[in-house]
């Protein structure tokens, strides 16, 4: 998670275990993937902290929340 510039304060697993998505203090979201340990992608749009993130069942879509956007969908 170094690729943040601020603290993780939420972490998401997929279901199937090979990505997880971060949220952070320097406001943005972040998908990994984890049999690498890179960051595959970086999703912007929040102005605040993203204090929750969330992966749907099938691994398909992210939820992130911040205290200044009541949440933002992702898809692959």
């Known amino acids: 998670m170094a690729a943040h510039t601020g603290d993780v304060r939420a972490l998401a697993i ?3 275990g090979r990505l997880a ?3 952070s203090h320097d406001h943005t979201v972040r998908v990994w993937d984890l049999s ?3 960051c595959m992608r ?3 749009g929040h102005t605040d902290v993203v204090w929750a993130v969330a992966i749907s069942p099938d691994g398909r ?3 992130s ?3 200044s956007v009541c949440g933002r969908l992702a898809r692959d």
């Open 42 to 44: 970086v999703l912007l």
């Open 21 to 23: 998505v971060s949220g």
């Open 65 to 67: 929340a911040s205290p």
């Open 14 to 16: 997929s279901p199937n």
């Open 61 to 63: 879509m992210a939820l």
């Open 36 to 38: 690498t340990g890179k």
